[in-house]
T-cell receptor, first 114, second 110 residues
Framework: GAVVSQHPSRVICKSGTSVKIECRSL??????MFWYRQFPKKSLMLMAT?????????EQGVEKDKFLINHASLTLSTLTVTSAHPEDSSFYIC??????????FGPGTRLLVL | AQSVAQPEDQVNVAEGNPLTVKCTYS??????LFWYVQYPNRGLQFLLK??????LVKGSYGFEAEFNKSQTSFHLKKPSALVSDSALYFC????????FGTGTKLQVIP
């Protein structure tokens, strides 16, 4: 099946620093990737839709200047959390959509901001 | 606006018994419906999907789901539950823009 990788799997950083998370589709090309945030009570929140070669589409309430998304190629999207604060601590999950509308998810990145 | 509902936060079932995890949807046009499973501290794994064709869809790990247009449901089922099936299950639906349900925790009791 389709494989999506995410790196790093876990990151701890100081408040005020920036963190970059990479999402790669390993065996298929994805014109569209998605970034989610998952809260402790389990719900998935869609943050943004990342389209190769164009600007990301952010969901309402998500600050685009804080969560920078770059979809540089058909297999790579990055999420940069800028000037991270403790409230940004969360589990971030990416997904890549294949040609027949199925999303495949990365393993997630646990971010802890001290 | 489209929506996907999972009415049960948690489902408990004894090992070896059949299991059902419920999902109802409200999406415009032809529904694209999916089931995913999530194990602790992991991403979501694709189980199965319905786009068109037979209403009964078979997926990974012995799971299946039945698309019921009249009831706008897409319940996940398995004839005989395993302890290893214990996890968080998400239903999702939509084309282009996908909406996820809030998840159902399945607990299979030995």
């Amino acid at each position: 099946g389709a494989v999506v990788s995410q790196h790093p799997s876990r990151v701890i950083c100081k408040s005020g620093t920036s963190v970059k998370i990479e999402c790669r589709s390993l065996d298929f090309q994805a014109t569209t990737m998605f970034w989610y945030r998952q809260f402790p009570k389990k719900s998935l929140m869609l943050m943004a839709t990342s389209n190769e070669g164009s600007k990301a589409t952010y969901e309402q309430g998500v600050e685009k200047d804080k969560f920078l998304i770059n979809h540089a190629s058909l297999t790579l999207s990055t999420l940069t959390v800028t000037s991270a604060h403790p409230e940004d601590s969360s589990f971030y999950i990416c997904s890549a959509r294949d040609q027949i509308e199925t999303q495949y998810f990365g393993p997630g990145t646990r971010l802890l901001v001290l | 606006a489209q929506s996907v509902a999972q009415p049960e936060d948690q489902v408990n079932v004894a090992e070896g018994n059949p299991l059902t995890v419920k999902c109802t949807y409200s999406v415009s046009g032809n529904p694209y419906l999916f089931w995913y499973v999530q194990y602790p501290n992991r991403g979501l794994q694709f189980l199965l999907k319905y786009i068109t064709g037979d209403n009964l869809v078979k997926g990974s790990y012995g799971f299946e789901a039945e698309f019921n247009k009249s009831q706008t449901s897409f319940h996940l089922k398995k004839p005989s539950a395993l302890v290893s099936d214990s996890a968080l299950y998400f239903c999702s639906g939509g084309y282009q823009k996908v909406t996820f349900g809030t998840g159902t925790k399945l607990q299979v009791i030995p």
